[in-house]
């Protein structure tokens, strides 16, 4: 059983994401390590890129801060190295193709491997081109995490028959970001998804509040936040790790 399989067999994960050198990757080390400490089972590190297709504005904004801060693939590589000789629970990265394809899918995967990175979700590889990526990943050890979307429908019993590590559900359509309310029908998701694989559900994009992750992780195995936290870093930079730390705690009791 992988890392991130782990996390899930002692209760309801939650799953914060941060985007790496927002503002700068000092700060982003002590929001991950604050993370930590306040009850996150596993952390989603975004490395940033300039045409961000999943994401909304709020995460967009991050992504132009970080890289104009001189974030780099090789510098987060480096930030991952450093952030692992404390912090424990598993990091997946969150980024796009061009990325991994840039630098180089076979490198991208063995780097992963020797910082000590568990998974790898791209939002912008569609199930049907993963072997590009996936068997480097098996390779190395590296958990190539799939999506499952509203409109996945037929799709849904393909991809999660071939699901490593979780299976992310995106919650709604469009863009990361907040949103007032999920309307999608998250159980009947997850109950297709379970016919077929025994890898735990994540559900993402629009949870912020308490209340709606206590919902979308009663009908599913957790729940992934990205945009609301982003907002608390750009609301206070480099002094932001122990409110995110706050928020965190709050939102794990609140699935527990």
Do not use: W
């Not at 914060?16 to 590190?45: H, Q, S, W, Y």
């Not at 995967?109 to 081109?129: H, N, R």
């Not at 206590?214 to 930079?237: F, R, T």
């Amino acid at each position: 059983m992988s890392n991130i399989r782990e996390a899930f067999v002692k209760g309801k994960a939650f799953i914060p994401f941060v985007t790496c050198g927002d503002p700068d990757l000092e700060t982003t080390a002590k929001i991950v390590r604050e993370m930590e400490k306040n009850g996150a089972d596993i952390i989603e590190l975004g490395i940033p890129f300039s045409d961000p297709t999943a994401e909304g504005p709020v995460i967009q904004g991050a992504n132009i801060r970080a890289l104009s801060a001189g974030t780099t693939t090789d510098k987060i590589f480096e930030f991952v190295r450093e952030l692992r000789k404390d912090v424990k629970i598993p990091l997946v990265f969150m980024t796009y193709a061009n990325v991994v394809f840039s630098y180089g899918i076979e490198r991208f995967a063995k780097t992963c491997s020797d910082v000590g990175i568990d998974g790898i979700i791209l939002p912008d590889v569609p199930f049907e081109e993963k072997e590009e990526f996936a068997p480097a990943c098996r390779q190395y050890g590296i958990d190539f995490i799939s999506l499952i979307a509203p409109t996945s429908e037929n799709r849904i019993e393909m991809i999660a028959s071939h699901a490593e590590g979780f299976l992310y559900i995106v919650s709604s359509l469009g863009v990361t970001g907040v949103r007032s309310e999920i309307k999608t029908d998250i159980g009947a998701m997850t109950r297709i998804v379970r016919k077929y694989s025994k890898v735990p559900c994540a559900v993402g994009f629009g949870i912020s509040k308490p209340e709606q992750a206590k919902n979308m992780a009663s009908l599913s195995d957790g729940c992934i936040v990205g945009s609301a936290i982003v907002k608390i870093i750009a609301e206070h930079g480099r002094e932001s790790a122990p409110f995110v730390g706050e928020y965190v705690k709050q939102m794990k009791e609140a699935i527990k």
